[in-house]
């Protein structure tokens, strides 16, 4: 079994893709949205779930928050480079090594 498709197999995947997203899109702007019993069943799953995670997100947040805030330095500098390297020398130098701005 080739998982390689040509050209004309690709276009066919997308297409089909995009029709389902539009089909979706459609029943729910359409039937979902201006149900109420069923808008307030998925309200009630996505309390739920955001309260079964809450700990979940807590410690995604810890563990990545030196990366979080590297990335909000980068994007609050994005326009004046040598502001950042002036101010934050070290900063300047972990986000260029991840990537996060280009020079």
């Known amino acids: 079994m080739s998982l390689e498709l040509d050209s004309q197999e690709i276009a066919n995947v997308l297409k089909s893709y995009k029709k389902k997203r539009d089909?979706?899109?459609?029943?729910y702007h359409q039937v979902i949205k201006h149900n109420d019993v069923l808008m307030e069943r998925r309200r009630e799953i996505a309390r739920e779930h955001y309260w079964k995670n809450k700990e979940k997100k807590k410690e995604y947040y810890e563990k990545n928050k030196e990366h979080i805030r590297l990335q909000r330095l980068a994007s609050y500098y994005k326009d004046n480079l040598e502001t950042l390297k002036d101010k934050y020398p070290l900063d300047y130098e972990v986000m260029v090594d991840l990537e996060l701005i280009t020079i």
């Open 23 to 27: 089909r979706e899109r459609k029943i």
